[in-house]
T-cell receptor, first 112, second 113 residues
Framework: NAGVTQTPKFQVLKTGQSMTLQCAQD?????MYWYRQDPGMGLRLIYY???????DKGEVPNGYNVSRLNKREFSLRLESAAPSQTSVYFC???????????FGPGTRLTVL | GENVEQHPSTLSVQEGDSAVIKCTYS??????FPWYKQELGKRPQLIID?????GEKKDQRIAVTLNKTAKHFSLHITETQPEDSAVYFC????????????FGAGTTVTVRA
């Protein structure tokens, strides 16, 4: 099993460009999450999907949109990238909200 | 939302000594208390967790203790080894929070050989 996979691993964007970060899990998990990690600030939840067909905002949703494409895949879209969105983005999944979250390898995004 | 504080922010210990990290939270409805470890350049991984009906849990060299009255829980690492060098995050979760973990800012632990 690959666990949680993310693409791309690295990305450089110019201000105003758009892009989609992809996340997939092969553990038959119901819940999926997107976090961003900035130095000294831990991980902050952007959006989450408690189950297929549902999505909800987390702590820092502004400037992002998500799509739970199916049970396996959960994508994060930046419509108009800003330098403040420079960060490392982690996708995670869990069987349900009461269980361990498994993280993907992360995407390092730089917005110039 | 939940306010989470971790102390200390950095910790340097001699190999073989013990390390203790404390996490303080604000929401008295919190009922799940995990600790994650993140090695440099890697993803966070769960190392131990505890639920509100248990006061202490051990797994080999690591343990977590919970004081719900005082609203804090702690990670204890004994007989530290170089591979324990990492950033550690607490992430309490409150009931009714709809699965949302609230991560602390992290504690950087360095084990000196």
């Amino acid at each position: 099993n690959a666990g949680v996979t993310q693409t791309p691993k690295f990305q450089v964007l110019k201000t105003g460009q758009s892009m989609t970060l992809q996340c997939a899990q092969d553990m038959n998990h119901n819940s999926m999450y997107w976090y961003r990690q900035d130095p000294g600030m831990g991980l902050r939840l952007i959006y989450y999907s408690a189950s297929e067909g549902t999505t909800d905002k987390g702590e820092v949703p502004n400037g992002y949109n998500v799509s739970r494409l199916n049970k396996r895949e959960f994508s994060l879209r930046l419509e108009s990238a800003a330098p403040s969105q420079t960060s490392v983005y982690f996708c995670a999944s869990s069987f349900d909200g009461d269980n361990e979250q498994f993280f993907g390898p992360g995407t390092r995004l730089t917005v110039l | 939302g939940e306010n989470v504080e971790q102390h200390p922010s950095t910790l340097s210990v001699q190999e073989g000594d013990s390390a203790v990290i404390k996490c303080t939270y604000s929401d008295s409805a919190s009922n799940y208390f995990p600790w994650y470890k993140q090695e440099l350049g890697k993803r966070p991984q769960l190392i131990i967790d505890i639920r509100s009906n248990v006061g202490e849990k051990k797994d080999q060299r690591i343990a977590v203790t919970l004081n719900k009255t005082a609203k804090h829980f702690s990670l204890h690492i004994t007989e530290t080894q170089p591979e324990d060098s990492a950033v550690y995050f607490c992430a309490p979760r409150a009931t009714g929070s709809d699965y949302k973990l609230s991560f602390g800012a992290g504690t950087t632990v360095t084990v000196r050989a």
